[in-house]
């Protein structure tokens, strides 16, 4: 999993943040939170977190201090900033500094939970790029032909169908790209890439189908919406719908009704 952490002065936005949000659902950690400047840059020096959420304005030391401070020493944190309503001109420096995303107060579940995908996508596509520049790096060194390519490429489809199978058996419970990678003994940047060039399709696409599949199983079987939200690996029911929502045109709810009323005819 990816860790994440928040940082805003306001306390109603970090209790919001902490309790409203499916962190474990979107494949992430809350690794913890922060009121003030100082404490949040004590926290990224010991948590090192992956991803970190923070406001401009902060008591201690302002949010674009403190990703100033991130960037110098952990570049490859992926900040998302939060911006009051007169705040562009800090938002704009807050983007030259690094920052990949801004969101305005006050925050919405919808945001936020948008934002989380908008950089979910980032990291997938950084990791892809990582892993095509080692594969081009490797191949001024390695003979990309021959009968040590075959086994390479026998290698890497063995280590697929590996996964496929690994993610079909845990489909119910939190999996990340990182814990499957481990499984098959790969690179997870690696496994991405040839993951989505076998499969048609990226791990995180590949999963959400999965689940989406086993989900209309299960309410034909029967179950109830919680139900099927706890047993294809999502702890809210809010963010269960929604997902099932996007892939099927249907909330989970108007699915059983239209099935049903299929049945019946």
């Given amino acids: 999993m990816y860790k994440v952490v928040i940082f805003d002065d306001e306390y109603i ?4 943040l902490r309790h409203l949000i499916d962190w474990n659902g979107f494949g992430l950690e809350l690794a913890g939170t922060a009121s003030d400047g100082l404490s949040a840059l004590e926290m990224v020096r010991k948590q090192t977190p992956d991803i970190v959420f923070t ?3 902060m008591p201690g030391m302002d949010g674009l201090k403190l990703i100033e401070e991130i960037m110098a020493k952990a570049p490859d944190t992926y900040c998302i900033v939060f911006s009051g309503f007169n705040e562009f001109e800090y938002v704009k420096r807050a983007l030259k500094l690094g920052v990949i995303d801004y969101l305005e107060k006050p925050i919405t579940l ?3 939970q948008s934002s989380i995908q908008r950089v979910l996508s980032r990291i997938e596509a950084d990791l892809e790029m990582e892993m095509l520049r080692r594969q081009v790096e490797e191949s001024k060194i390695v003979p990309g032909t021959g009968e040590g390519a075959e086994t390479g490429d026998n290698v890497k489809l063995g280590a697929i169908e590996r996964a496929r199978v690994y993610i079909e058996q845990n489909v119910s419970r939190d999996l990340s790209l990182n814990e499957v990678a481990e499984y ?3 690179n997870a940047a690696y496994l991405s890439a040839v993951f989505k060039e076998a ?3 990226s791990y995180i696409k590949f999963l959400t189908r ?3 599949e086993l989900a209309k199983e299960l309410l034909l079987r029967g179950y109830k919406v919680h139900e099927v939200s706890e047993r294809v690996g999502y702890h809210t029911y809010r963010h269960f719908s929604e997902i099932f929502k996007k892939h099927t045109g249907l909330t989970p709810g108007q699915f059983k009704e239209e099935q049903e009323a299929r049945s019946n005819l």
């Fill in 210 to 212: 999965l689940r989406m």
């Fill in 184 to 186: 098959v003994g790969m």
């Fill in 110 to 112: 919808e945001s936020i």
């Fill in 13 to 16: 936005v970090l209790q919001g």
């Fill in 199 to 201: 499969m048609g399709e």
């Fill in 55 to 57: 406001d401009i304005r």
